[in-house]
């Protein structure tokens, strides 16, 4: 696979001018003067523009640029349809409103400077997410059952005045509801 992404790489930078050299078992290659491709003795892959940081932390894969893809698979273990579950606990709307009103943030959605510091995990955040999108569901079910609750009762005494007001006509006899 590595000589493939190798090949692909290199077809693509063939009209710049690539030029491969190594640095003990890594391999780079360069064009115009500017790093665009690193392969790294570990399998570390690195592609960029050229003008950022080459190694980041423990990514096996980087990509200092914008990167455009046709599909992304991500593997996951859990997805949030325990939201669903008869054990979940949904928070009490007063108690998310005091949580965001303290932190600035959603519960369990990681903070803005967190992820500018350390980026985020694609398939942690789209799992977040989905649970935030369940959650609201749950909060909107909850809603309309009250809701029509108020409407019936709503209905119960509108109903019970009509009665009331038949029996005031009807001679002074009241039905009781």
Not at 113 to 134: H, Y
Request: hydrophobic share 40%; proline share 4%.
């Amino acid at each position: 696979m590595l000589l493939a992404t190798v090949a692909l790489i290199t077809t693509y930078l063939g009209a710049q001018s690539p030029s491969w050299t190594t640095s003990g078992n890594d391999a780079f290659c360069t064009t115009n003067g500017a790093t665009r491709f690193v392969v790294k003795e570990d399998g570390t892959v690195w592609v960029g523009n050229g003008s950022g940081a080459q190694f980041i932390d423990s990514a096996i894969f980087f990509v200092d640029g914008h990167m455009r893809v046709r599909e992304i698979v991500v593997d996951m273990a859990s997805w949030p349809d325990y939201v669903f579950g008869n054990n979940y606990i949904l928070l009490p709307l007063d108690s998310v409103a005091a949580f965001i009103e303290k932190n600035g943030h959603l519960p369990s959605v990681p903070p803005a400077d967190s992820v500018a510091k350390n980026g985020l995990n694609l398939a942690e955040t789209n799992a977040i997410l989905l649970r935030k999108i369940e959650e609201l569901q749950l909060y909107i079910l909850q809603l309309n059952k009250r809701l029509n609750a108020l409407e019936e009762q709503k209905d119960d005494a509108c109903l019970n005045r009509k009665i009331g007001n038949i029996g005031n006509q009807d001679g002074g006899t009241n039905v009781e509801p």
